[in-house]
């Protein structure tokens, strides 16, 4: 959860009008301690006010073009979203549960790429580096031991 970040400075920053359909996205993800799909996104803001689900896809699009959200890869079509690394916020890996679906941040310190030897070996142009560890979580194989 972030108390870290002003959304609405960082709309102004990218040069978007903080509108409060957009803070109101941020506000969702930037207050959940792990990614969410846009479904999630979604029913969560339209427990509270009228939006058109439609209008979030595309706030999530404009919001990762802009480089303040990232989408993360889930192995399917489906994709998770969470603040992209800022000044409150460093790059850290996620861990994806194979069985439920549930996408968890892992602490920055956990997994340490070495993204300069990366650059120097490799002949093109880096963009974006993003580090997804699959397996189950503790949850679900407590589940299993259960059954």
């Given at each position: 959860?972030?108390k ?18 957009r803070?109101?996205?941020l ?15 979604y ?15 595309r ?66 142009e880096?963009?974006?580096?993003e580090i ?16």
């Amino acid at each position: 959860m972030c108390k870290k970040c002003n959304y609405t400075k960082i709309l102004d920053n990218s040069g978007l009008e903080p509108t409060t359909n957009r803070v109101q996205v941020l506000e969702v993800i930037g207050n959940t301690p792990y990614p969410l799909s846009a479904a999630d996104i979604y029913a969560t803001i339209s427990r509270h006010q009228g939006i058109n689900k439609v209008t979030v896809y595309r706030i999530l699009d404009l919001l990762v073009e802009k480089s303040i959200l990232e989408r993360l890869s889930t192995g399917g079509r489906a994709a998770h979203f969470g603040l992209a690394p800022n000044e409150h916020h460093a790059r850290h890996a996620h861990f994806y549960c194979t069985r439920c679906g549930q996408m968890d941040c892992l602490h920055p310190q956990s997994m340490n790429v070495d993204t300069d030897n990366l650059q120097k070996t490799f002949p093109g142009e880096i963009g974006r580096i993003e580090i997804r560890v699959d397996g189950v979580c503790k949850n679900c194989l407590k589940l299993q031991n259960q059954r």
